[in-house]
């Protein structure tokens, strides 16, 4: 509700949702970048440290909730029915899981 009040107030409209994608598969690669650099084997430089973890998710959960609703995607109940599916599946999956 709050991304759709500041697409009609600020944004004036939605982005076709191809174009939409696009940005949700620049943002990832953006996530990716920070992980990569700050969690992973690369050495970050000075400008991949002032970009965050915190900030790129957040980008990503924006452009997702941005075509959830353009879609017409209730993604509270979506979230909803995706966290019981994998309850379901998955509640005796990682009983001998050893994380190392
Ligand atoms: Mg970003």
Known sequence: MQVDRWIQEIG???FPPLANMA????????LARVIVRCYGPQ????????????????????VVVCLANQTGVD???????????????????????TIQ
Do not use: C, H, P
């Open 75 to 97: 993604l509270t109940e979506a979230f909803r029915k995706t966290l019981q599916k994998k309850t379901e599946r998955d509640k005796n999956r990682f009983n001998n899981l």
């Open 23 to 30: 940005i949700l598969t620049e943002e990832v690669g953006e």
């Open 43 to 62: 050495i970050a430089k000075k400008s991949d440290l002032e970009r965050n973890l915190e900030e790129e998710l957040a980008d990503v959960l924006w």
């Open 12 to 14: 004036k409209a939605y």
